[in-house]
């Protein structure tokens, strides 16, 4: 009862404090939207494609105040890089909050079911962890969709410049004809060299955002061909060509890998069907496992070990390309 108690406390304080945030800052967010809109009308009235606006637009979360405080830790600023890095429209505060009430929610799911303590703590430890894991992980599918479409971003670079284009030119056609994450990307690195920025800083900050070796490859050699000349088109063809061949190398080594990964995923598996199997087959024979301390203290030693080898056999197995 004083569990059952103490969860509709907590999730009534959830409700009301949801609700008051939406009652605090809903107006006002929604005025400033309506602001936005009428401005870009204002801004563009001939034209059906509304265009970004000049000034940059930071998102705003439910609770600025946290934002504030969030970004004067160095964690802070990290945590914007890996939001900006994976697409998603939010803050570090939002994460913040999402990751602290997901951790409530799921120490308390596991109080309710289970009662030992040190479940407890790992329950909330993996829900405060959650958000961060899937931010990585939409971090890691926008990266790799960016380097699929990275040797056709070149070639239309290369096809521009040859076509007699400026460079810059050349990036905001590629950013026309090109869909996400690679046009956006290209569009603001375009939009930042019209709007005062040096080209140099422009394709540092390309860098910062999309962190993987083929931009680095293609900022270092168009800085290179900009202070010491040469054709830009035949270095970008280049280019373009090592990384279509970067990635027929990779694809080879993830085939010769793949016996790895499959003995990774099995040897991961096999002991929680087991342990489920026999609990089925023969519940007084495992009922000592889940009830008996010492039984409590293996299950976290078995799934620590599986945990270190899983990762080990990724690390024995990645090979970089």
């Known amino acids: 009862m004083f569990l059952a108690i103490l969860a509709f406390l907590v999730m009534t304080g959830l409700v009301l404090g949801a609700g008051y945030v939406a009652a605090a800052y809903g107006p006002a967010v929604m005025a400033r939207r309506r ?4 401005l870009r009308e204002v801004s563009s009235p001939e034209s059906d494609d509304q265009a970004d606006s000049v000034v940059r637009q930071a998102t705003e979360g439910p609770l600025p105040a946290l934002d504030r405080l969030v970004m004067r830790t160095p964690a802070g600023s990290t945590l914007a890089s890996l ?34 303590r040190y479940v407890v703590a790992i329950a909330a430890a ?102 010491s000349g040469g054709n830009l088109a035949e270095i970008l063809d280049n280019l373009a060509s090592v990384v279509r061949e970067r990635f027929k190398v990779l694809r080879q080594v993830r085939v010769h890998t793949a016996h790895g990964r499959f003995t990774g995923y099995v040897l991961l598996a096999l002991p929680a069907f087991l342990a489920i199997a026999l609990t089925m087959l023969n519940p007084d024979h495992m009922a000592p496992l889940f009830r008996e301390p010492l039984g409590h203290r293996m299950l976290g030693a078995v799934m620590i070990m599986q945990v270190i080898g899983y990762f080990w056999i990724r690390k024995v197995i990645r090979i970089e390309v």
């Open 35 to 38: 602001l936005d809109l009428r």
């Open 83 to 116: 939001i900006a890095q994976s697409g998603v429209r939010t803050t570090p505060g939002a994460v913040i909050l999402v990751s602290l009430l997901l951790a409530i929610l799921c120490g308390l799911v596991a109080l309710i079911l289970v009662r030992y």
């Open 126 to 227: 993996v829900g405060a962890v959650l958000p961060f894991g899937w931010l990585r992980h939409r971090r890691g599918v926008r990266l790799h969709q960016f380097e699929e479409q990275f040797p056709e971003a070149l070639d239309v670079l290369s096809r521009a410049v040859r076509a007699g284009h400026a460079f810059q030119s050349s990036l905001g056609m590629a950013a026309g004809e090109l869909g996400a994450p690679v046009g956006p990307e290209l569009k603001t690195v375009f939009d930042q060299q019209n709007f005062g920025l040096p080209l140099r800083d422009a394709l540092d900050q390309l860098v910062a955002r999309v962190p993987i070796l083929d931009v680095k490859f293609f900022v270092t050699a168009v800085l290179i061909q900009r202070d």
